[in-house]
């Protein structure tokens, strides 16, 4: 009888240490540094990200964090689905998005945590050197004095969305627009067709063989200034002119997460809003917005 007693006791234990073990176990193991994670990043953010994860990855390599770079709707999808607990976009969720997801009892959390310029290129031929906002609908929208082609990335792409609906909300892109696959294809066809204008991340714009550390746009296009409504100044994409708020076509760049303990989606949006990710988006010529950005005047000689 007391030998039964035993097993029974002992099978209980058992059972007890087998259920410590289960359940949401990744909840137990998984820390803000250490563990594996989805995540879905816009594909225009893939330069910046990815020397994200490779200063992510000497840091924690304890912290395995797979990514998807897709277009800004997929991202989005795939958080509703739980395909990625984080994602990182040029767009906060929307009113709309947050009601279904409230609907469905999923808590979301979102940060902006850069500002990034869209730059407006054009070909070296181009007169066009200085553009009103309006002039830029114009062109957008197909009714410009000059007939421009209209270069993006592709046509699923933030970018396109973003101009869609800051610029001409309502409008219909220009017929003769082109879809170039990448932002470096965007520049090389702008370079290579003066009927060209096109619209890139600024990040893309800049020599990445300049050594002065001031920042130089690329030679072989031109860098449009656009006229700020309010001042009637002139602007182009400088670092220093989207901390002031003088260029007036920008973005925000923000992390979504789905994550209701602290994992390691938590933990990765925190490095990107510390000082280790805020630098490295300074270095990506954006506008880091967790911390201060210190700008100085320099006197040319």
């Known amino acids: 009888m007391l030998s039964r007693k035993l097993s029974s006791l002992a099978l ?11 359940g949401p176990s990744q909840e137990r193991t998984e820390t803000g540094t250490k563990g594996t994670i989805n995540i879905s990043v816009d594909e225009s953010l893939k330069p910046v990200i990815e020397q994200q994860l490779k200063v992510w990855d000497s840091s924690y390599p304890e912290g395995h964090i797979h990514v998807q770079y897709l277009p800004e709707n997929e991202c989005f999808d795939n958080l509703y689905r739980d395909s990625a607990r984080l994602i990182i976009t040029a767009r906060d969720i929307t009113a709309e998005e947050k009601k279904a997801y409230a609907s469905a009892k999923i808590a979301l959390r979102s940060l902006a945590m850069a500002e990034d310029a869209i730059a407006i290129v054009l070909n070296p031929a181009s007169p066009d050197t200085l553009m009103t906002m309006g002039q830029l609908r114009e062109i957008l929208l197909g009714k410009f004095a000059r ?3 209209v270069v993006f990335d592709n046509g699923k792409s933030s970018m396109v969305r973003f101009v869609v609906d800051s610029l001409i909300p309502g409008g219909q892109l220009s ?3 082109y879809a170039a696959k990448t932002n ?3 520049i090389d066809y ?4 003066p009927g060209a204008i096109g619209i890139v991340s600024a990040r893309y714009i800049y020599d990445t063989e300049d050594k002065s550390g001031m920042g130089k746009f690329l030679s072989k296009v031109k860098v449009a200034a656009l006229q700020n409504d309010s001042t009637l100044e002139f602007h182009q994409p400088y670092q220093y002119s989207i901390a ?6 920008t973005r925000k760049i923000y992390f979504v997460s789905r994550e209701s303990w602290q994992g390691l989606g938590t933990g990765f949006a925190n490095f990107l809003c510390g000082e280790q990710g805020q630098l490295i988006f300074k270095k990506s010529w954006m506008v880091p917005l967790r911390v201060p950005l210190e700008i100085r005047e320099v006197q040319l000689k």
């Open 184 to 186: 470096e294809g965007v």
């Open 12 to 22: 209980i234990f058992i059972c007890l240490v087998i259920t410590a073990g289960c």
């Open 244 to 249: 002031l708020h003088q260029y007036p076509l």
């Open 175 to 177: 017929s003769k627009s």
């Open 147 to 149: 007939t421009y082609t």
């Open 190 to 193: 702008v370079a290579q067709n």
